[in-house]
């Protein structure tokens, strides 16, 4: 969990796609691979995931959550479902929310 921290705070975290590698790497993908399936997903390259500005309108045209979110845009538990969505997985976060929704 320490590795994955500190290159998901490296790549940037929220600014850039650091927390989506992590939490791809939570999986148990490894981090070049995680990288990859992320970019696939984002539809940029590898290079542009540590990029702070293509990702910040990746981000939004994609409503995953940005540090600062704009009106009407997801955030918090939103963009983590979205998320989810997106990169193929189950959030227990998300599925907790749903759990007491329903």
Not at 16 to 34: H, Y
Not at 78 to 93: F, P, R, T, V
Request: positive net charge; glycine residues 10%; proline residues 0%.
């Amino acid at each position: 969990m320490i590795a994955t921290h500190t290159l998901a705070s490296g790549m940037g975290g929220l600014r850039t796609a650091g927390d989506l590698v992590a939490r791809m790497q939570m999986t148990g993908m490894r981090v070049g691979e995680a990288k990859k399936y992320v970019a696939g997903k984002l539809k940029v390259s590898t290079r542009d995931l540590a990029d702070e500005v293509i990702m910040n309108e990746v981000r939004d045209d994609l409503n995953i959550g940005r540090v600062v979110s704009h009106h009407g845009k997801a955030r918090g538990i939103q963009a983590k479902m979205n998320i989810g969505k997106l990169l193929n997985l189950e959030l227990n976060s998300v599925r907790r929310f749903m759990e007491k929704v329903n």
